[in-house]
């Protein structure tokens, strides 16, 4: 990536996030980062999560910008929606993260220093390495669902990783377009696990730093059952090639 900073933009789909929204950004700008841009993906807000970013990208139109899409047809359109135009737009680094708050912004520049030192395709901030934990709010159901779900997509992809669910996620720029991220058709976490086994299919390196995952700050939590369900029959569909459903 040279000597000079790379171009890093963090992709933020948003939907319902009015609140969030400003906090996520001002603490993304605070990193103090140079060449740090935020892509805001807003899926037709109905509570105008989409004006207030546009007002946001009118005030630091140099680095804030807002991709609106008219159909809210989940999250892994969302992100392919966004990491595309920021693939257009000569990033080098492309970074996922939820715009709830959920996941810390101070973790953003070691995922960089990650990327910039090391042979790594992608840096998952981790709940479940070393140093890693889930936030004290969390009821034992969800930690044993979320420690489940790995488990499970981990049995049947081999994936190698502790947190094969993460949604914090900064890409290089080179892995994503070998990845080919555009045929992707899965959504919710099913869309984080097929990123990630393509990855790994690629022969290419997943590192893992740990995070505090918080829950999430104002709002409500978007998970369905038939999020649920895809998630459960993904790692499946990898494994045997897509002959299922």
Not at 88 to 101: K, S
Not at 125 to 137: C, K, P
Not at 168 to 174: C, N, V
Not at 200 to 222: H, M, N, T, Y
């Amino acid at each position: 990536m040279g000597e000079s900073s790379p171009k890093v933009t963090v992709v933020v789909p948003t939907y319902n996030e009015r609140d969030n929204l400003p906090r996520l950004v001002g603490q993304l700008t605070d990193l103090g980062l140079p060449d740090l841009h935020v892509l805001v993906v807003d899926d037709n807000s109905p509570d105008g999560t989409g004006d207030i970013a546009d007002k946001l990208a009118t005030e630091d139109p140099g680095r804030i910008g807002v991709l609106h899409r008219t159909e809210k047809d989940g999250l892994g359109r969302a992100y392919i929606a966004g990491i595309t135009r920021a693939l257009d737009e000569d990033a080098d680094i492309v970074i996922q993260m939820d715009a709830d708050l959920s996941h810390p912004a101070e973790a953003v520049p070691r995922m960089i220093d990650v990327l910039s030192t090391s042979d790594a395709a992608v840096v998952l901030g981790s709940r479940y390495v070393a140093g890693g934990s889930l936030a004290g709010e969390w009821g034992w159901h969800r930690k044993a669902l979320s420690a489940w779900a790995n488990f499970y997509v981990n049995a049947i992809l081999r994936l190698h990783v502790k947190d094969a669910t993460a949604g914090f996620k900064a890409w290089r720029a080179e892995t994503l377009r070998r990845i080919d991220i555009a045929t992707i058709r899965s959504n919710g976490y099913a869309f984080q696990v097929e990123m990630n086994h393509r990855t790994v299919k690629q022969g290419l390196r997943i590192a893992e730093i740990p995070i505090r995952f918080e829950e999430r700050a104002d709002g409500v939590s978007k998970m369905s059952l038939a999020v649920q369900l895809e998630s459960a029959l993904m790692p499946w569909k990898l494994l045997f090639g897509r002959k299922l459903g």
